[in-house]
């Protein structure tokens, strides 16, 4: 199954590295099927070597790997630009999960998964523009609501929505990153800086406290399941067609 | 003076070397004996008990001069004045009073004295020792006599019924001490009320006890409130022999390390302590401090202590014994545990895999032709069937991690809807079409929980509801703040419900609810266990009860957190 043959056409270009034969033979074939290119690594070492050799599209790292740290591989990518990163983890790797996610990971999903599920959400990273849109004021845009960093003002469906000035920051970090997993670290540096003050024990409720407003505030309904919770982890957030 | 000190150093000495050998096989920090006493025997002194002796001394000679002298003013008023002859039998009420108050030997000098008073104050010729008439002389002997004897039977008596109340004071004190130890659940119960026991019945300032092996003993209990344990340099430790007979106190000076840091205890203040101890193994001690105008604690308060010391320690060994039959029965029981799991396993975890062997394996076969809705069919089932596994096998993997104490619950302020709608939403397929109800309004203060832990607990309610009240049975899911500080979310369904009997063992690992005319269980019986390990791990509690939609209401109990403040920087 190793000399799997190279899909003819130009998809998206993967790299998988996962250690365990069967699975990376799964799904690698699998995803071959539905028209990627995927280059296999079975450990960190030749991760690196392929890395080397070409920059893929998106990666996905199993976590657990025999020779690496997958925060290592992480650190690794990252130096050579913005390359999305998926996490193939176990439930056992939860810590290292959001270790190898503060590292600079984009998102992750847990074993065992359905390949249905996991190529939506390697569609849904691949889609993603890098960034949200702005236009020449600055005006930040996500759904129904509209950020101006100017004036610090914020209106949902055309309508201006009062928030306490943290509310504000935590939105201005969630509209600036839309389809992505913003963990709890990231969200508390981005609001409270770097040396969280007391307030920031509090985070999931500010999160739902401005998801409660946002949805009061829009008649649209354009703003529901924007901000969804990942126990253990952070916010995902919607990206502007409403899913992720 | 001077030659006492010397006899009693030459004593402290001789005993000093014999101690000096049995010293070595003591597990105790290693002291160095100054003398020893024993309590019974301490005449005269170079310690300041010797001032109290000298004090005792003035008394009883003053209290024998005063009784001579009051006999002899009434004896000469009588004489004098009530024309009386011979009243010289008034003498004798002196000596009965020194007798009852001081003991035979001071009745004894009164007898003497009264002698001497009558014989020089009112027989011819006066104040003179010789007596003219013979039969004057025969009455002053026979009265001598007669004062001696009763002086003694006095006192003897005296002793009697002292001692007699001092031995019922010790049976008291005893059988207090062993009914507290007795009828307490653990030692450590029982050992405050001995302390403050032992206080007031042996005239000690403070007592307290202290449990664990040397160095790193522990004080359970302790008279003396909040103020730290006093340390002495010098510390009256009691030595005991077969027999207990005769225990001794033993001073020794206490290694420095035990004594600096810590509050002395004055000069004033004698220190004691008796090892707790046990088929030889020192199990803890018992200490005190006492005034020492009062000297050392005498035969019967000694006896006490040691007593005390005794029965702490077979209690102490009894708590053992206990607690290693405790850790057998729950290791015995968890080997119980461990069979069902793997009777439970090798039935529920095999059906799934049996099913995925046979279908993958017809997949496998070159020689089955498959159409093409069959092979997806067949691949669907798989599918199904891993998933069930994957549960299966999350559930035993949560409980093991319960077991294992390796669960670090993140504990973080939520607001509760936030928590629970998603669950909900994500269950919404296997809950089915029922009336499904979510009244979290009671509650606006955020809850204390680990997000994940708590996602899982909710997972494992909601899919309990659903195997056990299939639709169209209602699903109630409410929040209501107590006024104990707690949110109480309670998910109740209008299934069959549990019956009571078997209430309490709803959250048993492996327990699973047989209900008549239902053949096969459905699932390994430990989703509800974990529900109540995560539960109890994020410091909140599980009830079950019956449900007002008639059937099984389940109550978590959670932490709350008071709201954040609204005004911001």
């Keep these: ?244 | 003076m001077t030659a006492a000190c010397q006899t009693v150093g030459v004593r402290d000495r001789l005993l000093q070397a014999v101690l000096w050998d049995t010293r070595q096989y003591q597990p105790w920090p290693t002291p160095t004996i100054l003398f020893v006493r024993s309590p019974a025997s301490i005449t005269a002194g170079s310690d300041p008990t010797t001032r109290v002796r000298l004090g005792r001394g003035l008394l009883i000679t003053a209290t024998v001069l005063a009784a001579i002298a009051a006999a002899t003013a009434a004896v000469a008023a009588l004489e004098t004045a009530g024309g009386i002859d011979d009243a010289s039998p008034v003498y004798l009420i002196a000596v009965v009073v020194v007798g009852v108050a001081f003991g035979a030997r001071p009745a004894l000098l009164t007898a003497f004295g009264a002698f001497l008073a009558y014989d020089v104050l009112f027989t011819d010729p006066r104040f003179s020792l010789t007596v003219d008439d013979p039969r004057v002389w025969l009455d002053l002997l026979l009265f001598l006599f007669v004062a001696v004897v009763v002086g003694r039977l006095v006192a003897v008596q005296h002793r009697r019924a002292e001692e007699a109340e001092q031995r019922s004071r010790e049976a008291n004190s005893l059988f207090a001490l062993s009914r507290m130890l007795v009828t307490a659940t653990s030692t450590e119960d029982a050992v405050p009320g001995i302390a403050r026991r032992l206080a007031s019945d042996g005239q000690l300032d403070r007592v307290w006890i202290s449990v664990g092996p040397v160095g790193r003993e522990r004080v359970v209990a302790d008279t003396g409130g909040d103020a730290p344990i006093p340390s002495a340099a010098v510390v009256a430790t009691l030595a005991r022999r077969p027999g207990d007979e005769p225990a001794q106190w033993i001073r020794t000076h206490e290694p420095r390390e035990a004594v600096t840091g810590r509050p002395r205890s004055g000069g004033s203040v004698e220190s004691l302590r008796v090892r707790i101890e046990a088929d030889g193994e020192v199990l803890g001690s018992l200490s005190a401090t006492r005034d020492r105008a009062l000297g050392m604690p005498t035969r019967e308060e000694t006896r006490v202590l040691a007593l005390a010391a005794d029965q702490i320690a077979l209690s102490l060994r009894r708590d053992q014994v206990t607690r290693i039959a405790t850790d057998l029965e729950v290791s015995r029981q968890g080997d119980a545990l461990k069979t069902a799991l793997i009777d439970s396993v090798s039935h529920d975890l095999r059906t799934p895999l049996a099913s995925i062997r046979a279908t993958a394996g017809g997949l496998a076969d070159p020689d089955v032709e498959w159409a093409d809705q069959k092979r997806r069919e067949a691949a669907a089932v798989i599918d199904a069937e891993a998933a069930r596994l994957d549960r299966l096998v999350r559930g035993i993997l949560d409980l093991g991690r319960i077991d294992s104490g390796a669960l670090h619950p993140d504990l973080e302020p939520h607001d509760l809807a936030s928590l629970v709608e998603p669950v909900v939403d994500r269950l919404r397929p296997i809950l089915g079409d029922r009336d499904l109800r979510l009244d979290l309004d009671d509650v606006s203060d955020p809850v204390v929980v680990d997000a994940m832990l708590f996602d899982v607990v909710l997972t494992n309610l909601l899919e309990n509801a659903a195997n056990h009240a299939s639709e169209p049975a209602p699903l109630w899911i409410s929040a209501s703040a107590g006024p104990d500080g707690r949110v109480r979310l309670v998910v109740e369904d209008g299934g069959p419900g549990v019956p009571p009997v078997e209430l309490a063992r709803l959250f048993q690992r492996f327990h699973r609810v047989a209900r008549p005319g239902q053949g096969a269980r459905r699932g390994l019986g430990i989703g509800l266990s974990v529900v109540k390990g995560l539960t109890e791990a994020m410091g909140g509690a599980v009830s079950a009860g019956p449900s007002r939609l008639g059937g099984l209401a389940v109550t978590i109990e959670l932490e709350r957190a008071s709201e954040p403040p609204e005004a911001e920087a």
């Excluded at chain 1, 539905?34 to 991760?47: C, F, K, L």
């Excluded at chain 1, 691949?126 to 949200?132: A, E, I, K, Y």
């Design chain 1, 1 to 244: 199954m190793t000399a799997a043959p190279r899909s003819p056409r130009g998809g998206p270009w993967l790299l998988l590295v996962e250690d365990d034969a069967a699975t990376r033979d799964a799904v690698a074939n699998n995803l071959e099927a539905h028209g990627y290119r995927v280059d296999r690594a079975g450990d960190g070492a030749e991760a690196f070597r392929r890395l080397d050799a070409a920059r893929p599209d998106l990666v996905l790292l199993d976590l657990g790997l025999p020779d690496l740290d997958g925060s290592a591989v992480v650190r690794r990518v990252r130096r050579a630009g913005t390359t999305p990163i998926r996490i193939l983890s176990a439930r056992a790797d939860e810590r290292d999960k959001v270790a190898t996610l503060e590292a600079g990971a984009d998102d992750y999903v847990t074993k065992p998964f359905g390949m249905d599920e996991l190529r939506a959400r390697i569609g849904a990273l691949l889609r993603r523009t890098g960034g949200p849109s702005r236009d020449q004021e600055g005006i930040v845009r996500l759904a129904a609501i509209e950020l101006d960093p100017v004036r610090r003002s914020v209106t949902v469906a055309g309508r201006p929505l009062e928030l306490t000035p943290r509310e504000y920051e935590l939105l201005k970090v969630i509209v600036a990153n839309p389809g992505r997993l913003l963990t709890k670290g990231r969200l508390l540096r981005a609001v409270w800086g770097t040396a969280y003050s007391g307030e920031a024990h509090y985070l999931h409720v500010y999160v739902s406290r401005l998801r409660r407003k946002l949805e009061r505030a829009d008649p649209t309904g354009a703003t529901h399941g924007l901000i969804n919770a990942e126990p253990g982890i952070g916010y995902r957030v919607a990206d502007a067609g409403g899913e992720y």
